[in-house]
């Protein structure tokens, strides 16, 4: 027993080499990797009391690499949390910080810029309806895009 909570400790310091990650997904790991329950709750609960794992810390990380890389809406970011298994209160704290921190309209207008170049050549309402489009699948709310949309004037 004992050397398989090694062996799991040891598992679980490789998968953490690479990057930051949930408490889920390392016990998801070890789980796979045949440990059993028992082992795995005591390894993971080991981690946590030595802070080398921490979901709000790890969730908050990964917002804002998410948000400075390329702007997302709270929606695709709730996405991104959930699909890293982040418990659903943490991930409702972390998205309130970072749209308190960050304004979803002025991350809406960055993704807008960036995007705005690449639809030349087509009239002003297919402009607007591709980009009103491409704000939604990034996860902003269709308030901000609608707004966004009809103040900007977009050059035929």
């Given amino acids: 027993m004992k050397d398989e909570k090694s062996r799991a400790r040891e598992s679980a310091y ?14 998801d790991k070890l789980k796979k990797k045949g440990f059993l329950d028992e082992v795995i709750e005591e390894v993971v609960n080991s981690l946590l009391n030595y802070n080398y794992i921490n979901d709000t810390d790890f969730a908050s990380n990964l917002a804002e690499d998410k948000i400075r890389n390329k702007p997302i809406g709270p929606a695709l970011l709730r996405f991104e949390l959930i699909k890293k298994k982040i418990p659903k209160d943490i991930v409702d704290k972390t998205i309130k910080e970072i ?3 960050y304004s979803e309209r002025s991350l809406a207008m960055d993704a807008l810029n960036s995007r ?6 087509l009239r002003e309402a297919e402009k607007k309806k591709r980009l009103y489009n491409y704000l939604l699948q990034r996860g902003f709310s269709y308030d901000i ?3 966004i949309l009809g103040e900007m004037e977009i050059e035929t």
Avoid: C, D
């Fill in 14 to 27: 490789k998968f953490l080499s690479y990057r930051q990650r949930s408490k889920k997904e390392v016990a």
């Fill in 145 to 147: 895009a609608y707004e």
């Fill in 99 to 101: 749209y308190n921190k």
């Fill in 116 to 121: 705005i170049k690449i639809t030349g050549g």
